[in-house]
């Protein structure tokens, strides 16, 4: 199974690193969809909604994603028509699918959240690639080295545990080696392989701090999920690695976040 | 109990009626924060939610109407950016809350969907204010007059049941009368109350046979989660008429709607 992750690991990731770094932000865009119809068909599967729907929900993850893209106007839609369109269909939906009223709430609840969840937060990867390929780079790179340096410090030192009920192997030792590893992460990557990025090392070891930080929670409320849907991996897309949610928890968290101190900081506009 | 209901309706309708109609839009906008603040509450308590988690969804229930008011820009936020910093606070509030992982998605969900459902529907009603005081009174006279034309056609009329699982009261021939009473409401209102309003007759029926039966599908979604949640009414502080969700869910999904016909049949803009 190690040399089965390896594998996927040594290939996937210069794949993924060429893709994004050598192709137009159109392709991104792209991605960004794939991804997102992937991950919330694992996540509606891990929960067994209902297939219209698990289906009306990925359809509307999609416009979310193109409502990024689009800005400021997809179709003259206000900002708030998709929520209050997607709410009121899949009511509706619901309404006339099962002829129950027993754990309605959390049938529509499960699908409009996903949206926000998934999609929504995927989104932001958006506007970060509009400012540049290098953005991206950051973002996975920052929170790939604080999920490695959790997992060796974690491993390695402490015993005291982070949050036994929802990730058993978690210690504090792995939560401070998230953070260092974000910082880390910050400076290999600004030193090394993003060079040419206007981001003074500074303010992206600060990124690359709020990032480890971030990480950790995006991390916590996968598994909590997880546990909750009563599954280990949220699918097994990549053997040896899990599914895809379990590779983007992190992420999901972080892109959004990233974006706004990255604002806030002065860094994009 | 009778008498008490007509006395409230005789009390509050006028009340109503002249607050909305004779004070300018800032005193809606007002209204409309009381409505919601109270409805949400209505719902978690139905829900039995966690009270911090709870009043976070008030306070984002707040923000949400506001920037209905304030758009394009509240305090330059970002369209998503309210519904992205909802979750991730609902999800870091959740995850420490309660140390169990159990129904952990249900609690997140019932509070990020409870935001859609009460503020954001309710919010458009804003974008209808803006145009004038009498589309308000055309939105909620005319689902007042679908609801009462669908109990007494309801109650006189036919057998057919057209729920039973969810509204055993409710029958298809309430239900038509519904549609007829949006449309009845419609004539009455613009040839009576708001005469002056800018609104073709022939296009004020086609709104209220929509508001007819847009009101039926909110009556219904309302009833499946009292019945989910296992209450009667949605709380008892109109005695006689229920609760406030009880008197707003036709009117959450008609708001919307009428909104978006409105637009479609070039009547607003």
């Known amino acids: 199974m190690h040399l089965k992750r390896l594998l996927i690991a040594f290939i996937a990731l210069p794949l993924a690193y060429f893709y994004i770094t050598k192709l137009p932000a159109g392709y991104f ?8 119809v992937a991950a919330q068909y694992e996540f509606y599967s891990m929960y067994k909604v209902k297939a219209l729907l698990k289906y009306t929900g990925i359809v509307f993850g999609v416009f979310i994603i193109l409502a990024f893209s689009l800005q400021p106007s997809l179709l003259s839609l206000k900002p708030f028509d998709l929520f209050a369109v997607l709410f009121i269909i899949m009511a509706s939906i619901r309404l006339f699918l099962k002829r129950s ?5 959390l049938d529509i609840a499960t699908t409009v959240t996903a949206v926000v969840y998934i999609p929504l937060l995927l989104g932001y ?3 970060l690639r509009n400012q540049g390929y290098e953005w991206i780079i950051f973002l996975y790179g920052c929170v790939w080295a ?10 390695g030192l402490g015993r005291k545990k982070l949050y036994e009920e929802i990730s058993p192997n ?6 401070v080696g998230s953070i260092a590893g974000g910082a880390a992460g910050a400076v290999i990557l600004k030193t090394v392989f993003i060079a040419s990025m206007a981001l003074p090392l500074s303010k992206g070891i600060i990124l690359g701090i709020i990032i480890g930080a971030v990480t ?8 909590m999920f997880k546990r909750d849907a009563g599954v280990k991996d949220s699918s097994n897309i990549f053997p040896g690695h899990g599914g895809l949610l379990d590779k983007l928890d992190g992420a999901l968290f972080a892109g959004p976040v ?7 900081l002065g860094l994009i506009q």
Do not use: C, H, N, R
């Open 146 to 155: 604080s999920d490695s340096l959790a997992y060796y410090a974690g491993k």
């Open 170 to 175: 978690k210690t504090v030792a792995g939560a």
């Open 216 to 223: 950790i929670i995006g991390d916590l409320v996968e598994s």
């Open 125 to 127: 990867q958006i506007y």
């Open 29 to 36: 865009l792209f991605l960004l969809i794939a991804v997102s």
């Open 101 to 105: 009223p027993e754990s309605s709430l």
């Open 258 to 264: 990233l974006y706004w101190v990255s604002i806030f």
